[in-house]
């Protein structure tokens, strides 16, 4: 049973970054894609960042040039180097995988979802 927990949220100040990392644990056949997604409170959870399987990366407007998504080179765990960090990028943080089950493959959306880290930043 795959499992995936992030963790390297925390509290700092604008202008400081933070690196995320989300582990994963159980069997991975294959994967499609992962992402980072998040959540501020009061608001909808939003899409941040994602890479493929082949390592292509693709960025929300917001987080262009600040934010970089990578992997190891197993491609089972997955980080997210956070820079300039500033207020707006509060929320909870959460790592998302489209990997391959018994009973489907991996193309059909994210369908492993880690419980979150909390990214706070204060002015």
């Known amino acids: 049973h795959v499992q995936l927990v992030e963790s390297g949220g925390g509290s700092v100040q604008a202008g400081e970054s933070l690196k995320l990392s989300c582990v994963s644990s159980?069997?991975?056949?294959?994967?499609?894609?992962w992402a980072w997604y998040r959540q501020a409170p009061g608001k909808e959870r939003e899409w941040v960042a994602k890479?493929?399987?082949?390592?292509?990366?693709k960025y929300t407007d917001s987080v262009k040039g600040q934010f970089t998504i990578s992997q190891d080179n197993g491609k089972n765990n997955l980080y997210l180097q956070m820079d300039s960090l500033q207020v707006e990028d509060t929320a909870v943080y959460y790592c998302?995988?489209?990997?391959?089950?018994?009973?489907?493959?991996?193309?059909?959306?994210?369908?492993?979802w880690g419980q979150g880290t909390q990214v706070t930043v204060s002015s």
């Open positions: 159980g069997y991975i056949f294959s994967s499609c894609g």
């Open positions: 890479i493929s399987s082949y390592g292509s990366t």
């Open positions: 998302a995988a489209d990997i391959t089950i018994p009973t489907q493959p991996c193309g059909y959306g994210y369908n492993f």
